[in-house]
């Protein structure tokens, strides 16, 4: 009996293996690849999308801009090209919510500090305070890395029909181009200039949830 078991060990251990290989191949196939969804204007609520936009349902994109930097720089979507990225609104003499969506900025820029396809994108909605060295110092105070984080003023227009109708993260009061409640919200892009997530960047657990989605947005590019 012994002998026939040993006969036949090497071939039992070849089975053995084929059948682990076979049943990882099959799990593989029948549990999908998870993809995140590609939001459009009609996905959200209505009070934070401009009324022109309330109905697009395909084909959404961040229209193009043209900003300025913590250090002067003219900052446009070229320097996001081929890149995720993280956007968000907020304003340096906010004492609310702002402080901890900039510490929540400044998690997320340490997590992902090396790696290269992630960049951050902070635009102020008070631009007639946040000039380019208001800013710097802003940058300086909260440990932002230029070379990962874009804190950008420009025109107030400019910067509020982004948050309405491109990043779709500024409440209706009603809006107008000197008037805007920007919201808490972190908005993740692919690289195709497309929404792939909303994240309350006042809450510890939705940080972490845009960590992994990041890896999962990496893993579909």
Not at 72 to 93: E, L, M, S
Request: net charge neutral; glycine share 4%.
């Amino acid at each position: 009996m012994l002998k026939f078991f040993a006969k036949y060990k090497f071939f039992g251990i070849v089975m053995l293996v084929l059948s682990a290989i076979i049943v990882f191949a099959i799990y593989q196939v029948l549990s999908p690849k998870r993809t995140l969804k590609v939001y459009q204007p009609n996905d959200v609520s209505t009070e934070l999308v401009d009324s022109t936009l309330q109905h697009v349902k395909k084909y959404h994109t961040i229209a193009d801009f043209r900003l300025v930097n913590q250090n002067g720089d003219t900052i446009t979507q070229d320097h996001y090209k081929d890149k995720i990225y993280v956007a968000d609104f907020f304003f340096t003499t906010c004492t609310t919510i702002c402080p901890i969506m900039t510490g929540h900025m400044a998690e997320v820029q340490e997590a992902l500090k090396d790696d290269q396809e992630v960049l951050l994108l902070s635009h102020t909605v008070t631009p007639e305070i946040d000039s380019v060295a208001q800013l710097k110092r802003y940058a300086l105070k909260k440990g932002v890395n230029d070379a990962k984080w874009n804190l950008v003023t420009g025109a107030k227009k400019e910067i509020y029909d982004l948050a309405r109708k491109s990043y779709l993260v500024a409440k209706d009061v009603p809006y107008n181009p000197y008037d805007l409640v920007h919201t808490e919200n972190f908005v993740l892009v692919d690289k195709k200039k497309r929404i792939r997530g909303f994240y309350n960047g006042t809450d510890p657990e939705a940080i972490k949830q845009l960590l992994e989605d990041i890896r999962v947005l990496e893993k579909e590019d």
